[in-house]
């Protein structure tokens, strides 16, 4: 049974999603939820499920005190949902093709740096995008680049808010993340 842990930034909803079905999964369990913000929803969520969670800042990320904790925890897969940082280089080379991000906009369109959230959204909405949806891939050096392993579009109409546009893309995460999660280990 592989080891994953999840970074995460914000409230969770993705890491609760994955949470939710590796507590029943033959082929993978989170055993941490690293958060790099205390006031982070993330952590609460991890409580529900009796995952360890551990809290770092950047500074830490950066002295490699996050690549230490997930050592200790064994840890095989590094799940990013809703993290917002830029991960080290050491970071990524401890986890070769074993570090997966998800995006809410079909890469290569609205990636890289300050494209997250609510700016991708706006984004899409203001060049007119028939279409959303999310980018499952790798991690590699460079934000939103790493290889594609899924996407999975929605449709969008004329009236569609960015909000709105959120929603659907949200959708689509919480109904493939976890399962795009478990074919690969």
């Known amino acids: 049974m592989k080891r994953l842990a999840i970074l995460a930034?914000?409230?969770?909803?993705?890491?609760?999603k994955i949470?939710?079905?590796f507590a029943h999964s033959s082929k993978g369990k989170v055993v941490l939820v690293?958060?790099?913000?205390?006031?982070a929803g993330v952590l609460a969520r991890a409580q529900k499920f009796n995952v360890?969670?551990?809290?770092?800042?950047?500074?830490?990320l950066e002295e490699g005190i996050l690549l230490e904790k997930l050592?200790?925890?064994?840890?095989?897969?590094?799940?990013?949902?809703?993290f917002l940082l830029k991960v080290p280089d050491a970071l990524i080379r401890a986890f070769p093709d074993r570090m997966v991000n998800i995006h809410p906009a079909l890469l290569?369109?609205?990636?890289?740096?300050?494209?997250?959230?609510?700016?991708?959204?706006?984004?899409?909405?203001?060049?007119?995008?028939?279409?959303?949806?999310?980018t499952i891939h790798l991690v590699n050096e460079h934000y939103d680049e790493g290889k594609i392993i899924f996407q999975a579009a929605t449709s969008l109409l004329p009236e569609d808010s960015a909000?709105?546009?959120?929603?659907?893309?949200?959708?689509?995460?919480?109904r493939y993340f976890a399962e795009v999660i478990e074919g690969l280990l």
């Open 34 to 39: 690293a958060a790099n913000k205390t006031t």
């Open 108 to 134: 290569p369109k609205y990636g890289g740096k300050g494209m997250y959230g609510h700016h991708v959204h706006e984004a899409v909405k203001a060049a007119g995008d028939t279409e959303s949806g999310i």
């Open 163 to 174: 909000e709105t546009i959120a929603a659907k893309v949200l959708a689509l995460e919480h």
């Open 52 to 60: 360890p969670t551990f809290t770092f800042t950047r500074q830490e």
């Open 9 to 16: 930034t914000g409230s969770g909803s993705n890491a609760e």
């Open 71 to 82: 050592r200790e925890a064994q840890v095989d897969w590094v799940i990013l949902a809703g």
């Open 19 to 21: 949470m939710e079905h």
